[in-house]
């Protein structure tokens, strides 16, 4: 039981680049997030999933895309990478008790 | 719209001595709550949370939290705190049809020997 994982761990990409971030879990839950941490700023909502086939926009959604690729998988994609998205990502998925699981974060700098 | 203010960004505290880390929510709507750790170079792993019912809440490492809904907060206490426990502490809000979290700031905790 690997809980949430994340692929890649770390990243460094040009201004303009793309890239997608992957996520999966093994632990059946319907609902998946995605968050960028930042210093000072706590964890921000990007996006959301609340069940297979369905996605929404959390607070900071601008430069991102995502893709509920089945109920295990939550992918994050930059289309074109800007310096203002250097940040720490964060996938989490949700139990029945609203308990959030987080993997362990991909560490992307925008140069 | 919820928000979480985490009214402290850096705690430092001796080894052995009490702490409370700070936390003050605000919604429309019925919230859970929750407190997060994370610890350098990790994920979040919970502490406890508050979804009903008695509003003192018990969590792991021996933290635990007092919901107080006429002050809005949801303060962490601990009465004797270690080294290990040196990490940033997260306060969150579950509220939308999603139950997406908003999360304060954070509070660096640093216990000194």
């Known amino acids: 039981n690997a809980g949430v994982t994340q692929t890649p761990k770390f990243q460094v990409l040009k201004t303009g680049q793309s890239m997608t971030l992957q996520c999966a879990q093994d632990m059946n839950h319907n609902s998946m997030y995605w968050y960028r941490q930042d210093p000072g700023m706590g964890l921000r909502l990007i996006y959301y999933s609340a069940s297979e086939g369905t996605t929404d926009k959390g607070e900071v959604p601008n430069g991102y895309n995502v893709s509920r690729l089945n109920k295990r998988e939550f992918s994050l994609r930059l289309e074109s990478a800007a310096p203002s998205q250097t940040s720490v990502y964060f996938c989490?998925?949700?139990?029945?008790?609203?308990?959030?699981?987080f993997g362990p974060g991909t560490r992307l700098t925008v140069t | 719209a919820q928000s979480v203010t985490q009214l402290d960004s850096q705690v430092p505290v001796f080894e052995e001595a009490p702490v409370e880390l700070r936390c003050n929510y605000s919604s429309s709507v019925s919230v859970y709550l929750f407190w997060y750790v994370q610890y350098p170079n990790q994920g979040l792993q919970l502490l406890l949370k508050?979804?009903?019912?008695?509003?003192l809440v018990k969590g792991i490492n021996g933290f635990e939290a007092e919901f107080n809904k006429s002050q809005t907060s949801f303060h962490l206490r601990k009465p004797s705190v270690h080294i290990s426990d040196t990490a940033e502490y997260f306060c969150a809000v579950s509220a939308g049809s999603a139950r997406q979290l908003t999360f304060g700031s954070g509070t660096q905790l640093t216990v000194l020997p």
């Open positions: 989490a998925s949700r139990d029945m008790t609203y308990e959030q699981y």
């Open positions: 508050y979804l009903s019912g008695s509003t």
